[in-house]
């Protein structure tokens, strides 16, 4: 028995490694979708008399090999664009800083040139997005796939947020997800968005039922159904922007960004004064920066415009490893403690043992730690995290702001419950993790209806991007009030508010409602 099931195992591993091996499908069609793709450089020259593409949209959407069966499976998406053109201009204007640089990680890999507008859809292109899953920077790793992927988060840097690693980890997905379903790019798509085992479990029963098993016959979750035509649809507007009425900013076909590793940690305002570099546009290239200053640890890859690499370095070269960072003496008093210092100078425990080879946590009154202190104030890192967390705290938004102190026995379920929101909001408004216990003293920000004003419902949005639209959604056999919430991330409340529903009478097909929401945060991609 036991030789039989070697002999079955080694069978099936065969078999696995010989459709791997025998892979050679092209296109993509109503019964299959598999796409081979073969790495090309990004390069200006695109035949043999020399044409240069000098806008990268172009030179991207030139080399497509992912479509759709028909262009009915794109038309919702591209219908909403249509009605929205501003969208895609601020998206595209967004991306400028980083598009080469993906595109050049996403060709060099032999990915198919879609995915460098897969960010498109998952953020916007917006390097500081978080969603209610935690999900955070242009590719929405979520923590623990960023973990698997070797992306590191700690109080001075998450590395789901840092533009070439989140980039070079998001391809190593790809390819393992498109390795697991067999050549099939459009699969690997949709178990980026769902999970691989969501996919396979479709695909299986499938597999069952005899029926095809493409993406396009699977049963899938409704965002992971339309996540993937998003794409497909992003895709033809950026290749035919006039048709369907979009505005695409060029972007040059040249790198605009290169990497300066750093072997010590760096105040940012030092670089900024260094690169004569905006400090915000500093944070916006390195978005992975969460404090005053580089990783501790470690050497750094750092992202500056081509144009400011010069005079960086040539500054970097004038000055010594310990001008880089400024470090005060600090006496230790009664009641001080590690973490009371640490959180005095803005920094953490484990740097401050690091510098001053402390073993243990026990201070002597009266002796010296060395501690590392920004140069400048609070509020001159404006991008910082506790800056962002200010800033969501003052933002003001149309409906009421409440603040929120934490106290022992609270937890995100109870808050929700307590102002009638959902804990997903919570999550979004304050960028925090649903997981994570909350820390007693904490301060979060709740927006609530201001219920003397109903139309304040529509503009009640989560601070971040704010991308509110009104969609009409025509309803589908099967959909109900909770379903149609869940897919758009909005409350029933809300849609019966918006669309004068009492409850009493069930949906019907093809009835049209009014749906406000936020593009990029909602569960619409």
């Known amino acids: 028995m036991c030789r039989r099931f070697k002999i079955l195992k080694f069978f099936k591993r065969f078999l696995y490694l010989s459709c791997l091996l ?99 859809v998952e953020s916007a292109y917006y390097p500081f997005s978080y969603s209610h899953s935690t999900a955070s920077g242009l590719w929405q790793f979520i923590p623990s796939t960023g973990k698997l992927y070797g ?96 505005t695409i900013i060029t972007v040059s076909n040249t790198p605009q960004v290169q990497v300066i590793k750093l072997d010590s940690q760096f105040d940012l305002a030092l670089i900024s004064e260094w690169a004569r570099l905006d400090l915000e546009q500093l944070y916006t290239l390195n978005p992975g920066l969460k404090r005053w200053a580089t990783p501790s640890k470690g050497s750094y890859n750092l992202l500056l415009p081509i144009d400011k690499i010069a005079i960086f370095k040539k500054n970097l070269a004038k000055h010594s490893k310990e001008s880089r960072v400024k470090w005060v003496r600090h006496q230790i008093n009664q009641g001080d403690s590690l973490s009371k210092i640490a959180h005095q100078f803005n920094t953490t425990i484990s740097q401050i043992k690091s510098v001053n080879n402390l073993r243990g946590n026990i201070l002597k009154v009266g002796k010296y730690l060395i501690v590392p202190v920004p140069q400048k104030n609070a509020q001159y890192y404006s991008l910082s995290e506790e800056q962002r967390e200010a800033q969501r705290m003052n933002a003001k938004k149309t409906g009421i702001k409440v603040v929120h102190t934490v106290v022992s026995g609270d937890s995100l379920w109870r808050i929700a419950r307590q102002y009638n929101t959902h804990v997903d909001s919570i999550v979004k408004w304050n960028h925090i993790t649903k997981t994570k216990p909350l820390q007693v003293g904490k301060k979060l920000v709740l927006w609530q209806p201001n219920l003397t004003k109903p139309k304040d419902l529509s503009k009640l949005v989560n601070v971040g991007i704010n991308i509110d639209r009104k969609i009409i959604y025509y309803v589908k056999i099967g959909d109900n009030l909770s379903a149609i919430a869940h897919k758009f991330g909005v409350q029933i409340g809300q849609l019966k508010k918006w669309n004068q529903l009492t409850g009493r009478k069930p949906l019907q097909p093809k009835q049209r409602l009014i749906i406000i929401v936020n593009v990029v945060n909602s569960n619409m991609k």
């Open 151 to 246: 992306l590191q988060n700690n109080w001075w840097y998450d590395a789901r947020r840092d533009v070439l690693a989140s980039t070079k980890a998001a391809v190593r997905y790809l390819k393992n997800l498109n390795k697991l379903f067999k050549g099939d790019w459009l699969l690997a798509i949709a178990a980026y968005n769902s999970g691989p085992g969501r996919v396979q479990k479709a695909i299986a029963k499938n597999t069952r039922q005899g029926r095809p098993t493409d993406f396009w016959h699977l049963d899938l979750p409704k965002e992971t159904k339309g996540y993937v035509p998003r794409l497909l649809a992003v895709a033809q507007l950026i290749k035919h922007p006039k048709r369907y009425g979009q």
């Open 22 to 120: 025998f892979i050679t499908c092209e296109g993509a069609s109503a019964s299959t979708s598999v796409v081979k793709v073969t790495p090309k450089p990004v390069q200006a020259s695109v035949s043999s008399d020399l044409v240069v593409e000098k806008d990268l949209w172009r030179y991207i959407a030139n080399r497509y090999v992912l479509s759709a069966p028909s262009q009915k499976e794109l038309f919702w998406h591209i219908d909403w664009f249509k009605k929205n053109p501003d969208y895609l201009t601020r998206v595209t204007k967004r991306a400028q800083p980083y598009l080469h640089l993906v595109t050049t990680q996403v060709e060099q890999a032999g990915l198919p040139i879609e995915i460098a507008l897969l960010p498109i």
